[in-house]
């Protein structure tokens, strides 16, 4: 199949670590089949060589945090057939959206021995805030399988097959002992979006929400457990204001318990 012939997929990076992108690159045996079904004409973390658009796909990391971001991010939907944002930052705005909960200009003036040179937005916002979105996969970073099942869904005009279930499912399916019922140890798990494989869990340590709330995730309950068994209200806030603070169950949960 000739190039031209090839739906063009680009890659565009906004406030984020590049870990989604990684994960992109870290697909190795599968990246090599997806690159033969489709032209990589825009991805700057695997090549300098960048083709114009329109593009068939576009997948966006990182969130919304200046000005100029904010007008780009426009640009990018008016070249893309099919916009997916990938990862915590783009879809619930990362862990730089702490900032949201606080005076920005105060972290400014505080770290940057001259304020007047930072150009920066009050807040750190997913995409979805300022263009519409037509997937959003969710993960800090983004699960490689799952990445390569949205980007071949769309390819094939099909609905992407992502099990929606939490985290705790994946618990079950691997055998492991429930840390929050033997040991009462804090555990986001039953809120997660399914992703990682219960990593953490696995190692005994409780689940920090990076693939964010699952469907119809029961915040308060987690939150009423968790008052009963001893933790204070300001471990109840941290608890829900890791990488995905912003995402709206979690977010609306953190405030419920700020005093």
């Known amino acids: 199949m000739a190039s031209k012939d090839k739906p063009k997929l680009a890659v565009w990076k906004f406030a984020s670590c590049d870990g989604c992108q990684l994960s992109l690159l870290d697909c190795e045996d599968e990246l090599l089949s997806v690159a033969g079904a489709i032209e990589i004409a825009n991805f700057p973390e695997a090549s300098r060589a960048i083709v114009k658009g329109p593009y068939d796909i576009s997948l966006v990391e990182g969130s919304i945090t200046t000005p100029h971001d904010a007008e780009r991010i426009h640009k990018i939907r ?10 915590a930052c783009a879809t619930a705005g990362g862990i730089q959206a702490l900032r949201n909960f606080k005076d920005v200009k105060e972290f400014i003036r505080l770290v940057y021995a001259n304020p007047a040179y930072i150009e920066t937005l009050n807040t750190s916002t997913p995409i979805s805030n300022h263009i519409h979105v037509d997937y959003e996969l969710h993960g800090c970073p ?3 399988y799952q990445l390569i099942e949205v980007i071949n869904a769309f390819l094939n005009k099909r609905k992407p097959n992502i099990a929606p279930h939490s985290v705790c499912i994946d618990c079950k399916l691997k055998g492991n002992v429930c840390i929050t019922v033997a040991h009462g140890t804090a555990c986001l ?3 997660t979006h399914t992703g990682c494989n219960a990593l953490c869990p696995s190692y005994n340590r409780g689940c920090f929400g990076c693939y964010g709330p699952k469907e119809t995730p029961n915040t308060s309950s ?3 457990w968790m008052s009963k ?3 204070r209200e ?3 806030v941290r ?3 890791g990488f995905n603070a912003f995402a709206e169950a979690f977010r609306k949960e953190s405030e419920s318990h700020e005093k």
């Open 78 to 87: 008016r070249q893309s057939k099919f916009l997916i944002t990938i990862g």
């Open 142 to 144: 983004v699960n490689k």
């Open 189 to 191: 798990g039953p809120v």
């Open 222 to 224: 987690l939150a009423d």
């Open 229 to 231: 068994h001893g933790f």
């Open 234 to 236: 300001e471990e109840i």
């Open 239 to 241: 608890s829900f204001r």
